[in-house]
Structure formats: C-alpha cells, structure tokens
C-alpha cells in the first residue's frame, strides 16, 4: 500500500537555526498538508497546498514557516528561525480528492528545539 | 472556528468488552468526522469515517454514530482486542466549503487489557 514518507524521523536544532522538513506524498495524490502535535496534545493544522500553492494556513503557520514543492514529489516545510516552541512532532499528509477527506498521514518528524 | 471536544481522554477495558469515544462539535458547516488510530510512534491512520448525510457507519467492529442536531459523534468499538489499543482521534471538518482543514479532538488514550 503507497505511503507518505517523511525525512528525517528526528531533528535536533538549536534555536534560531533553519530547519527543513521534507516529505514524499502518495504519487497520485492532489492535496497536501503539513499538522503539528505537540507532545500530550492534540493533531493541529498548519498548512494545506494545492495546485502550487497554499490554500490555506491557520494562525501558527507565520512568517517563520514556508512550503514548497521543489518537483513532481516532493513537499518541504521550512522554518527559518527557530524557537523552542518549536519543537514538536510534524507530520506531512496527503488526500486524493476532496479537500480535507481520506487524509493518509506520513510517519512524523519529530524536531527538538534547544 | 470549529472546536472539537473529546471524551474521556483515557478509557480502559477488559477484553472483549466493548469501549465508547464520544466528540461534540462547534460548527453548524462541519459534515465530515473522521477517526484516526494512532499507535505508540507511529503515524495517524483513517479507520472510519462518516459524512452528515448519514447517521452512522459500521465496518466490522467498528461503529461511528453522528448526531447533527446536537452536534456530537461516537465511535463504538466491539469485542476489543488488545490490539486496539492505542489513542484515537475524532476530526471535524467543512468538507467543499472552502476550508481544507481538519480540526482534531485531543485523544482518547484506549487500553484494552487482556
């Protein structure tokens, strides 16, 4: 069965450092977002991309954040300068069709901010 | 926004014994509930899901009931296995209605003890 996957499972940064999150989405998939869990807490919404572009971003993906899809299979979260809270588990999901349904989730990042 | 509540956050039960997760939800537009299973470090997986246009949804042992008009949806585990356990997640979302967002409940830690 296809999978979204994720690179690396772990990354440790030091604070103000840029990071880079990166994913592979399921290769026919059209819909991809990037969700946070902090550790105890619940799945958060950061981003969605679609066609190119993001189509829509919630209250923590600031300025800080970006996404790109460098090619045809490939779909990066960067962080320019970051802050301790930072740290958590990132995770990388993709949807066949409609917008926010049939989400498959890739394994995870998990940053450590110090 | 949406905001989704979830009930208990950590659930207990024999084998065998059947286990209930209970999720309220705050937007009127939301029509499409998905639950998530989440073992120890891995990745969020879709075990069901339900649109508005129906009241519940069954796939084996599993069973998720949805109550538009007082804005709340169960998921009902039979014949648990120790398998099962695991957190799960409720989901909420305004499918085609411009959002392409999941807002998640907290969790709900399932122990199922042999």
């Known amino acids: 069965e296809p999978e979204v996957t994720q690179t690396p499972s772990h990354q440790v940064t030091q604070m103000g450092q840029e990071v880079i999150l990166r994913c592979v989405p399921i290769?026919?998939?059209?819909?991809f977002y990037w969700y946070r869990q902090i550790l105890g807490q619940k799945v958060e919404f950061l981003v969605s991309?679609?066609?190119?572009?993001?189509?829509?971003k919630s209250e923590i993906f600031d300025d800080q954040f970006s996404v790109e899809r460098p090619d045809g299979s490939n779909f990066t979260l960067k962080i320019r300068s970051t802050k301790l809270e930072d740290s958590a588990m990132y995770f990388c999901?993709?949807?066949?069709?409609?917008?926010?349904?049939?989400?498959?989730f890739g394994s995870g990042t998990q940053l450590s901010v110090l | 926004g949406e905001n989704v509540e979830q009930h208990p956050s950590t659930l207990s039960v024999q084998e065998g014994d059947s286990a209930v997760i209970k999720c309220t939800y705050s937007d009127s537009a939301s029509n499409y509930f998905p639950w998530y299973k989440q073992e120890l470090g891995k990745r969020p997986q879709l075990i069901i899901d339900?649109?508005?246009?129906?009241g519940e949804k069954k796939d084996q042992r599993i069973a998720v009931t949805l109550n538009k008009t007082a804005k709340h949806f169960s998921l009902h585990i039979t014949e648990t296995q120790p398998e099962d356990s695991a957190v799960y997640f409720c989901?909420?979302?305004?499918?085609?209605?411009?959002?392409?967002?999941?807002?998640f409940g907290k969790g709900t830690k399932l122990s199922v003890i042999p």
């Open positions: 991309f679609y066609n190119n572009e993001i189509s829509e």
């Open positions: 290769s026919n998939h059209l819909y």
């Open positions: 989901a909420a979302a305004a499918s085609g209605a411009g959002s392409y967002q999941l807002t």
């Open positions: 339900i649109r508005s246009n129906v």
């Open positions: 999901a993709s949807s066949p069709s409609n917008r926010n349904e049939k989400l498959f």
